[in-house]
């Protein structure tokens, strides 16, 4: 256990709906990240939060996904209109304020595995 | 963006040294390496980073060439709760970039 917590664990929706994830970080991390993962293959960097400032957007982003870290300690991962191709797990990870481009120790929590029918 | 190169598979005997070997040829001077590893169903691990010099810590050890553009991981004794997939990545800005890393299946 890294400290990290995602609600829901799974989520099995229907297409078109949409779904709303939870991220809470360590709670002295500043820094907060998602991530998406599909079967086979490695984490894909989506959105960056310093406090609760988005300062990164991955093209992966569309437009049906927003995210949200109001108060910057937990964040949201909205998906609006929900595809079948967002079937994957929804990765939460945070690092420390002592964390900078160079180094950058993530600790990641158990993710979020959505499937859309 | 931030490229790594990894063998698909490997196997291990329990017991003997699992060597992980990765290539980054486009790393950047003051950028890190980092390795995680993911057990099935699980969010990635942290095992061990390295910048420069070679690194050791109670999971495992990091040797990282001269010209840093490759490194290799070492679990000097593997068991069979080491199997997992390994991923070695860098920062892209504040993104971790990760390829599609390595399974690693240790075996009795």
């Known amino acids: 256990d890294t400290g990290v917590s995602q609600d829901p664990r799974h989520k099995i929706t229907k297409r078109g709906q949409n779904v709303t994830f939870r991220c809470d970080p360590i709670?002295?991390?500043?820094?907060l990240y998602w991530y998406r993962q599909t079967l086979g293959q490695g984490p894909e960097f989506l959105t960056y939060f310093q406090n609760e400032a988005q300062l990164e957007k991955s093209r992966l982003l569309s437009d049906r996904f927003s995210a949200e870290r109001p108060k910057g300690s937990f964040s949201t991962l909205e998906i609006q209109r929900t595809e079948q191709g967002d079937s994957a797990m929804y990765l939460c990870?945070?690092?420390?304020?002592?964390?900078?481009?160079?180094?950058?120790?993530?600790?990641f929590g158990p993710g979020t595995r959505l499937t859309v029918l | 963006d931030a490229k790594t190169t990894q063998p698909p598979s490997m196997d291990c005997a329990e017991g003997r040294a699992a060597n992980l070997p990765c290539n980054h040829s486009?790393?950047?001077?003051?950028?890190?390496v980092y390795w995680y590893r993911q057990i099935h169903s699980q969010g990635p691990q942290y095992i061990i980073h390295g910048l420069k010099n070679n690194e050791t810590n109670e999971m495992a050890s990091l040797i990282i060439t001269e010209d840093r553009k490759s490194s290799t991981l070492i679990l000097p004794h593997a068991t069979l709760r080491d199997t997992a997939v390994y991923y070695c990545t860098y920062n892209s800005g504040y993104a971790l970039n990760f390829g599609k890393g390595t399974s690693l299946l240790v075996t009795p």
């Open positions: 486009t790393i950047s001077g003051n950028e890190y």
């Open positions: 990870a945070s690092s420390s304020r002592t964390s900078g481009r160079a180094f950058n120790e993530q600790f």
């Open positions: 709670s002295e991390h500043n820094r």
